[in-house]
C-alpha cells in the first residue's frame, strides 16, 4: 500500500466527513461466520465516475487508523486492493449509482466498522460506516414467560370508623345506672317507713294508756 494513504485516511481527517453525499447501508450487521455481507454505497451529488474508496477500522483501535481494502474505479471497472486483501474475499462492483462491496465468507476477524470514500474537492467525503460484528454464535434473548393464571380480585374491604358519640352514650348510660340506683334506695325506705310508723304509733298509745292507770 502506497505511505501517502496512510497521511490521507489518518483519523486527523475525521473533522472533514460528510455522509450527505454518500449514503451507505446497512448501518451495522451481526453475522455468523462463512456467511455474506454486502455494503451499499450511492453517490447522490457527486460525478457517477468517482472513485470509490472502501476502508475498514478495527474494533478497539485506540489511533483510529484506517484500514484501506479496495478502491473502484465506475468508468473502467477497474479494483485496486490493498496488501493482503484477497480478490475473492471481498468483491466490488457498480449497479447503477451504487458501489457495491461483497463480502463472502466471513471470519471474525472482519470485524470492524467499514465506510466508503470519495475524494471531492477540495474535501474527503465519507459514507456514515457500517459496524460489522462477526460471531460463531448468535445471541439470544430469553423471552420472560407469560403467567396464563386468572387473577384473583382483592375483596373490598371496609374500615369499621370508631364512632365519635361513644363517649357521651357512656355517660348518660351512667347517669341512667345512677337513678335507677338512687330510685331504688328510696323506694325501699320508702317500705321501711311505711310498715315501721304503725308499730310506733301503737306503742306510743300503750303507753300513753299506762301513764294514765297509774296516776291516783
Not at 130 to 141: H, I, K
Amino acid at each position: 500500500m502506497q505511505p501517502w494513504l496512510w497521511l490521507v485516511f489518518s483519523v486527523k481527517l475525521a473533522a472533514l466527513w460528510s455522509s450527505s453525499a454518500l449514503v451507505q447501508t446497512p448501518g451495522s450487521k451481526t453475522l455468523l461466520t462463512s456467511q455474506t455481507l454486502e455494503i451499499s454505497c450511492e453517490a447522490n451529488t457527486l460525478p457517477k465516475t468517482s472513485l470509490i474508496y472502501w476502508l475498514r477500522q478495527r474494533p478497539g483501535s485506540k489511533d483510529k487508523r484506517f484500514e484501506f481494502l479496495v478502491s473502484w474505479n465506475p468508468s473502467k471497472g477497474i479494483a485496486v486492493y490493498g496488501e493482503g486483501v484477497k480478490k475473492e474475499h471481498m468483491i466490488v462492483f457498480s449497479h447503477l449509482s451504487r458501489s457495491i462491496l461483497n463480502l463472502t465468507r466471513l471470519k471474525l476477524e472482519d470485524s470492524g466498522t467499514y465506510f466508503c470514500m470519495m475524494i471531492g474537492s477540495p474535501q474527503l467525503i465519507f459514507g456514515k460506516g457500517t459496524e460489522l460484528r462477526v460471531v460463531d454464535v448468535l445471541p439470544t434473548t430469553a423471552q420472560p414467560t407469560k403467567k396464563t393464571g386468572i387473577k384473583k380480585k382483592p375483596c373490598p374491604c371496609t374500615k369499621l370508623k370508631p364512632q365519635k358519640g361513644m363517649t357521651c352514650g357512656l355517660v348518660t348510660l351512667s347517669l341512667l345506672v345512677a337513678s335507677i340506683l338512687v330510685l331504688l334506695v328510696s323506694l325501699s325506705v320508702a317500705v321501711h317507713f311505711h310498715y315501721i310508723t304503725p308499730q310506733t304509733q301503737e306503742a306510743n298509745v300503750s303507753l300513753h294508756l299506762c301513764l294514765q292507770s297509774d296516776e291516783p
